[in-house]
């Protein structure tokens, strides 16, 4: 905590005063360009990965970034009211959904029911992989490494095809109003990989210019 704490003082005294002007100019509103829906993992930091400064970023963050399929309900809906809000409140012009290699919360969708019965919420949120669970396990039967370059890939095609049941989004993205991206994000290399819609693929960033 001490370490936080620090950086915090830091902030105040030093890298706040270097981006007064900056920071001065969001007091009273946001105007985001991108939104970013990502995994909670702590290593996946959206505004490193883009390079992108204050007010640039209007950031999701869930267990395995996933996107669940749009609906009005009674109970607690925070990633389908953060994107609904990105969408009609802040008018953004980008969605990127960003998944990662590793993904802890892609791996726990094949725990045992002992390991899920002490993250029952977790369990619950799931259950919205579930076909892709059942998928995957007849293809890469024991090939655990397989299962999960399949699941986190596999995830982020889900989640574009979720995105677009929220209302207005097929509509803008083929008015050209916005643009939709998926991403993979290997930890260990710093690599990129945005999906191909056409091809159905996932190829480097970079080849995409």
């Known amino acids: 905590m001490e370490n936080l704490i620090s950086g915090a003082i830091k902030f105040m005294q030093q890298d706040f005063k270097e981006h007064k002007e900056l920071f001065e100019s969001l007091k009273n509103k946001q105007n985001p360009h991108t ?10 930091i959206p505004s490193l990965i883009t390079n992108t400064g204050p007010g640039e970023l209007f950031v999701i963050r869930n267990i395995a970034n996933i996107v669940p399929p749009y609906r009005i309900g009674e109970d607690f809906l925070s990633t389908t009211s953060a994107i609904e809000y990105a969408l009609n409140s802040l ?16 791996n726990a969708l094949y725990y045992s029911d002992e390991e899920l019965s002490k993250i029952p919420n977790v369990k619950k949120w799931l ?19 397989m299962r999960s370059w399949l699941t986190e890939k596999l995830n982020l095609v889900n989640s574009l095809q979720n995105i677009l049941t929220y209302p207005g989004v097929e509509e803008a993205l083929n008015q050209g109003k916005i643009e939709l991206h998926a991403w993979y994000y290997i930890i ?16 480097l960033i970079q080849n995409r210019r």
Not at 91 to 106: L, P, Y
């Open 35 to 44: 939104l970013f829906i990502g995994c909670s993992d702590s290593r996946v």
């Open 91 to 106: 008018h953004i012009k980008n969605i990127i959904v960003c998944g990662h290699s590793n993904c802890g919360g892609c």
């Open 127 to 145: 259950t919205l992989l579930e076909p892709i669970k059942q998928d995957i396990k007849s293809i890469s039967k024991n090939d655990t490494a």
């Open 188 to 203: 260990e290399t710093g690599e990129i990989y945005e999906y191909n819609f056409k091809e159905k693929n996932f190829t």
